[in-house]
């Protein structure tokens, strides 16, 4: 690589000045995210119901602001509201998993996942939406939402009834919004495979006690890279995807998944 080269690919993908809300933004892909969004020059808002977390988090890396969000909360939206005067990057990321076939899925778990992993994109998106749209409306770029939705939104998962439900709504809420604001937001999704976080690895401790790593290994298995993703690679994605180099991409999904979706 030239000199200029390494000089340009340096430059890009920069978010100077811009200002990012992250959902869950305490842990996993949230946290990771985080980090590379203040990496790449931006202001973070750090929203968790985890604030203890999120506290630690911004601590440790500078140019953001912990706060308390609840994504299921419009009282708890709005209070986070009040402390924001301009966004241009809404990442809806906090979310929740569920094990269970339809036959094992109760109708207060479907109403949980529900609540978490939809209503709550529905309630923050339409909430921090008038900031967003600010952004174009002043003359600058675009605003933009990437909605971390997961391959469980594209093929069906033994065992996840109420999961891929949500997940292929999060793809059809992306999808709409994208067409509803084309020229002044652009709304993608990202599509993880299992990528290894406190979410996989709850997962693990919860049903598979005593068979964790034969499942682990199961888990990288179906994955035709044969590993699991790192969060950061998700990171990179929501990246570039609020970058300026993405201008031209709204209404996509984003598969991250180790060829699971190809095979
Ligand atoms: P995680 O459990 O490590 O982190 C989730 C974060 O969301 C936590 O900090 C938690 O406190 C926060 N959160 C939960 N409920 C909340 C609420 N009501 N309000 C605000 N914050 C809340 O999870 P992760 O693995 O990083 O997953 C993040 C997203 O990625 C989720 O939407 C998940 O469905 C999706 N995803 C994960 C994987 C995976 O394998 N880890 C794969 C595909 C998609």
């Not at 995210?33 to 999120?54: M, Q, R």
């Not at 978490?116 to 952004?135: C, D, E, G, I, S």
């Not at 999961?163 to 937001?185: D, I, N, S, W």
């Amino acid at each position: 690589m030239s000199r200029t080269q390494v000089a340009q690919s340096t430059q890009a993908f920069r978010l100077d000045g811009r200002h990012a809300l992250v959902t869950g933004g305490a842990s996993g892909i949230g946290e990771a995210t985080a980090k590379e969004l203040v990496h790449a020059g931006a202001f973070v808002w750090i929203a968790d119901i985890n604030l203890y977390s999120a506290q630690e988090l911004a601590k440790s890396i500078g140019s953001s602001q912990a706060l308390h969000l609840d994504v299921t909360s419009p009282e708890s939206i709005h209070s986070a509201l009040s402390h924001i005067g301009h966004l241009d990057i809404l990442v809806n990321n906090a979310g929740i998993g569920h094990v269970g076939s339809i036959q094992q899925t109760e109708p207060e778990d479907f109403d949980r996942l529900l609540n978490v992993n939809v209503r709550a994109v529905y309630l923050v998106t339409r909430a921090f939406l008038p900031l967003l749209l600010a952004t174009s409306a002043a003359g600058g770029l675009a605003g933009t939402v990437v909605n971390i939705a997961s391959v469980a939104g594209l093929v069906g998962i033994k065992q996840r009834f109420a999961y891929c439900t949500t997940k292929g709504a999060v793809v059809a809420m992306t999808r709409q919004l994208a067409v509803e604001y084309p020229k002044t937001l652009r709304v993608n999704a990202i599509c993880p495979g299992t990528v290894e976080t406190p979410f996989v690895e709850g997962y693990l401790e919860k049903f598979h006690h005593n068979n964790k790593e034969e499942v682990r290994a199961e888990l990288r298995a179906r994955q035709p890279i044969g590993r699991l993703g790192r969060p950061e690679e998700v990171a990179s994605m929501v990246r570039y995807l609020a970058s300026d180099e993405a201008a031209f991409i709204t209404g996509s999904l984003f598969n991250i998944d180790g060829g699971w979706t190809a095979a």
